[in-house]
């Protein structure tokens, strides 16, 4: 297995360190250790992740997907503002061992919890029919 640091924005009054690309990835590359990226992270501190993923492409072993909109993290798949296909585009070849999908499977205005298991499994499957595409464009 792989160790991984996370890009992980400070949150609920606690610092975390290393959140810009820059540094996590001169930290990680000193210490031998992979990085994951969170998409939705870095939207919330104003971070290009494609930009990020092409700096950090030789460091990241995993991904948690995510689309970000108007403020809102975990947005579901393609929803959002986030260019996903670049992020994976940026990562292409690279050591990525896992792609996480991290997403509300509800679009805007839908309460999930309310939702029908079957919905959620169908909204899932799309999700990751879009991933798969990406991966291989």
Request: proline share 5%; hydrophobic share 40%.
């Amino acid at each position: 297995g792989a160790l991984t640091l996370e890009n992980t924005p400070p949150f609920d009054g606690y610092a975390v360190p290393l959140t810009m690309p820059d540094e996590l990835g001169a930290f990680c590359a000193a210490h031998d250790v992979g990085v994951t990226l969170d998409t939705t992270h870095y939207a919330q501190m104003d971070v290009d992740a494609v930009a990020a993923a092409d700096l950090l492409r030789e460091r990241v072993r995993s991904v948690h997907l995510s689309d970000y909109r108007g403020g809102r993290p975990h947005v579901y798949i393609g929803e959002g503002a986030l260019d996903l296909p670049g992020v994976l585009g940026a990562l292409n070849g690279a050591d990525v061992r896992v792609v996480t999908l991290e997403c509300s499977v509800g679009l805007p205005g839908e309460d999930v919890r309310t939702m029908a298991a079957g919905r959620m499994v169908e909204r899932l499957r799309t999700a990751g029919e879009r991933v798969q595409s990406w991966l291989h464009a």
